[in-house]
Nanobody, 122 residues
Framework: QVQLKESGGGLVQAGGSLRLSCAAS????????MGWFRQAPGKEREFVAR????????DYADSVKGRFTISRDNAENTVYLQMNSLKPEDTAVYYC???????????????WGQGTQVTVSS
């Protein structure tokens, strides 16, 4: 079993920055993908970014490309999401995810964190 613990959400003004962290524990071994999804009120859950643990290949949604950066710390089994130039439309609950072959849809990730709220004021 895998546990994911997120931290770092909060309230920030438009144009500001936040960094989310997600620590993975439990049976994390082999090659897998970690990433972030988000869900705004009244909207579907959407892909934000992902990183392949082996090799560190990254991928981003078009809406965050150039503003958000996903990275990992192998030793700490932790993934980060650095969010810069935040916009009010980035307001959502952000979820950390882990899957053996995670892609762009929620059903490709078996493990989810509890979510952390990010609110961007205008």
């Amino acid at each position: 079993q895998v546990q994911l613990k997120e931290s770092g959400g909060g309230l920030v003004q438009a144009g500001g920055s936040l960094r989310l962290s997600c620590a993975a524990s439990g049976r994390t071994f082999g090659s897998y993908t970690m990433g972030w999804f988000r869900q705004a009120p009244g909207k579907e859950r959407e892909f934000v970014a992902r990183i392949r643990w082996s090799g560190g290949v990254t991928d981003y949604a078009d809406s965050v490309k150039g503003r958000f950066t996903i990275s990992r710390d192998n030793a700490e089994n932790t993934v980060y999401l650095q969010m810069n130039s935040l916009k009010p439309e980035d307001t959502a609950v952000y979820y950390c995810v882990l899957g053996s072959h995670g892609y762009y849809t929620p059903d490709t990730y078996a493990y989810w964190g509890q979510g952390t709220q990010v609110t961007v004021s205008s």
